[in-house]
Nanobody
Framework: QAQLQESGGGLVQPGGSLRLSCASS????????VGWFRQGPGKEREFVGA????????RYGDSVKGRFTISKDNAKNTVYLQMNSLNSEDTAVYYC??????????????????WGQGTQVTVSA
């Protein structure tokens, strides 16, 4: 089963920006929705957002609305997570995964598969 690969994480100061990428080692994203989740220290996994590869519909978690933007490049089979106005609460390991579920349940991690290993984002001065 093809696994996704996240990249772009690192250390950033509060108020800064970072862009994460999610690519596949062999599976095309065509026909799927790609979701982003995160898990901070001592916290449960949280829905960040998702994008449907056909059409480009997006949905975001409440804690990142207006600060984070998900985009896609179908030709490169890559999805991006642009994160702006970062704060310490955004410190987490960020994961991407695939699903075919309907829009109303995009926030549920249990319906996703092909999880990547995650990329660490640390927001600190």
């Amino acid at each position: 089963q093809a696994q996704l690969q996240e990249s772009g994480g690192g250390l950033v100061q509060p108020g800064g920006s970072l862009r994460l990428s999610c690519a596949s080692s062999g599976r095309t994203f065509s026909g799927y929705t790609v979701g982003w989740f995160r898990q901070g220290p001592g916290k449960e996994r949280e829905f960040v957002g998702a994008i449907r590869m056909s059409g480009g519909n997006t949905r975001y978690g409440d804690s990142v609305k207006g600060r984070f933007t998900i985009s896609k490049d179908n030709a490169k089979n890559t999805v991006y997570l642009q994160m702006n106005s970062l704060n310490s609460e955004d410190t987490a390991v960020y994961y991407c995964a695939l699903t075919r579920i309907v829009y109303s349940t995009w926030h549920s991690s249990e319906y996703y598969s092909n999880w990547g290993q995650g990329t660490q984002v640390t927001v600190s001065a």
